[in-house]
């Protein structure tokens, strides 16, 4: 396949790398806030239109949309312009996902952070030239969807624990076991995969390997029916004897779970960023439903319980934007922000389940209906608990970089 080189995509990337960056405020700089508006278009004309009807059927379709923000370039905003990317740090990646919280509902966004944050990283940092041909370039280029295999029915927040392995033979590797939760599993042309390549120490026996999801021996078993998140397909995939060149191998074997630690922290920042707009949109539409709602002669808003929750909800948000902001500026200058992505990402949890459940109180029977974006992200942001680690997981790394942790 051809390095890609012209395009929308690659003059708008040169045009905000070309550029001395501005003051930066609570959106950023200049250069964040043009990308943003540029992904906004995509989004009120390509997305939002669409958004109940693939709620309803249960999943979005991928390639589509995909190929949509792959053309525009929201596909590689942080990664290298000679695989397709826009070369700009980190920093415009979390500017992209503060915009996709725009999208009217989360499962969308989780899907194109998959896409885009998570099943990438590792394969941009140490993958092979080859490789990245073959696997960043169309994906960059939303050409191929990616998923990341890193949970199993047996292993979650414990990844140590995987059982999936990938036994070399020759110059292949055969892999058996199986997957959990894999985010746009049934639509997937390829999968992050991690498994056991060898049988010593938990954290220095796996391997990360670009695995395509059309080999003999790969069963999609069923999509997962959600809570939420309902335009994103859910997948558990089982592996039987599949057959994979040993030059899939993700850089080294045997670093696959530090690998993955590593790009577990873009994930957790990136998780915290999709959140943020959605928690201001559902205070905004609370405000401007409550004001509206008269009860015992009055706006619901002019209860002071009302607006000053409503207040201190806001405030929060504020707060959760400025850490994050930090961490991502720590990041960017090559920092370890593993303690402050995991504080970031814990908050968000509970403050996302806070938000999404005093806002659809303030909604009376109105809340409880699916007419009502409230509802929605009330089920969709419950995964910011869970997804790329636990509430409990973060709160044991934050322990162990704290040296709180019992020995
Ligand atoms: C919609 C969705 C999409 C997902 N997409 C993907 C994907 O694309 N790829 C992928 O690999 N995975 C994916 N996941 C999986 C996700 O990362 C896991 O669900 C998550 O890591 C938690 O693992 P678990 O579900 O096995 O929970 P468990 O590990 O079984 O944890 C269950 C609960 O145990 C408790 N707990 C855990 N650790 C501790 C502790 N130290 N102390 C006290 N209590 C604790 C917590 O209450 C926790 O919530 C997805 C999950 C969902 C729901």
């Not at 395509?212 to 999609?220: E, F, K, R, T, Y």
């Given at each position: 396949m051809a390095l890609r080189g012209g395009g929308r995509w690659a003059r708008l990337g040169s045009a905000l790398r070309g550029r001395s960056s501005g003051p930066r405020d609570a959106g950023g700089t200049p250069q964040h806030r043009d990308l943003r508006e540029a992904l906004r278009k995509i989004i009120d004309k390509e997305i939002n239109p669409f958004v109940d009807k693939w709620e309803e059927e249960g999943q979005f379709p991928a390639h589509k949309v995909f190929k949509i923000l792959g053309q525009a370039g929201f596909?590689?905003?942080?990664?290298?312009t000679e695989y397709?990317?826009?070369?700009?740090?980190f920093s415009y990646n979390i500017a992209v996902a503060e915009e996709l919280?725009?999208?009217?509902?989360?499962g969308i966004t989780m899907a194109i952070g998959v896409q885009a944050?998570?099943?990438?990283p590792a394969l941009t940092r140490f993958g092979s030239h080859e490789l990245k041909k073959q696997f960043l370039i169309p994906t960059i280029a939303g050409d191929f969807v990616a998923c990341l295999g890193i949970s199993e029915a047996g292993a979650g927040s414990d990844v140590?624990?995987?059982k999936t392995t990938a036994v070399r033979k020759g110059d292949e590797y055969v892999i058996n076991g199986g997957k959990m939760w894999i985010t746009s599993g049934t639509q997937a042309d390829w999968m992050c995969l991690l498994a056991n390549?060898?049988?010593?120490?938990p954290h220095r026996n796996k391997s990360l390997i670009c695995l395509?999801?059309?080999?003999?021996?790969?069963?999609?078993a069923r999509k997962i029916d959600k809570l939420?998140?309902?335009s994103s397909d859910t997948a558990q995939i089982f592996f039987e004897d599949v057959r994979v060149p040993c030059?899939?191998?993700?850089?080294?074997?045997?670093?696959g779970f530090t690998y993955q630690m590593l790009q577990f922290q873009e994930e957790r920042l990136w998780g915290v960023a999709t959140a943020l707009t959605p928690l201001e949109t559902i205070i905004q539409e609370t405000i401007d439903y409550t004001r509206q709602r008269e009860v015992f002669g009055q706006p619901?808003?002019?209860n002071q319980t009302v607006h000053f929750r409503l207040a201190e909800l806001a405030t929060e948000v504020e707060l959760l934007r400025s850490l994050l902001h930090r961490a991502v500026a720590l990041y960017v200058e090559g920092n370890d922000v593993t303690k402050f992505a995991s504080m970031a990402k814990l908050k968000a949890g509970r403050l996302t389940r806070e938000v999404t459940d005093s806002c659809l109180q303030f909604w009376?029977?109105?809340?409880?209906?699916?007419?009502?974006l409230v509802s929605r992200f009330y089920r969709d942001l419950r995964l910011v608990s869970i997804g790329g680690g636990t509430d409990e997981t973060m709160l044991s790394i934050i322990c162990k970089y704290m040296e709180i942790l019992p020995r």
């Open positions: 596909l590689g905003v942080d990664k290298p397709g990317g826009m070369g700009l740090d919280g725009n999208i009217r509902c989360g944050g998570m099943a990438t140590a624990n995987i390549t060898s049988e010593g120490p395509p999801m059309n080999l003999p021996g790969i069963h999609v939420g998140m309902r030059k899939n191998l993700i850089g080294e074997e045997g670093k619901v808003l002019h009376g029977g109105m809340g409880f209906t699916s007419e009502v």
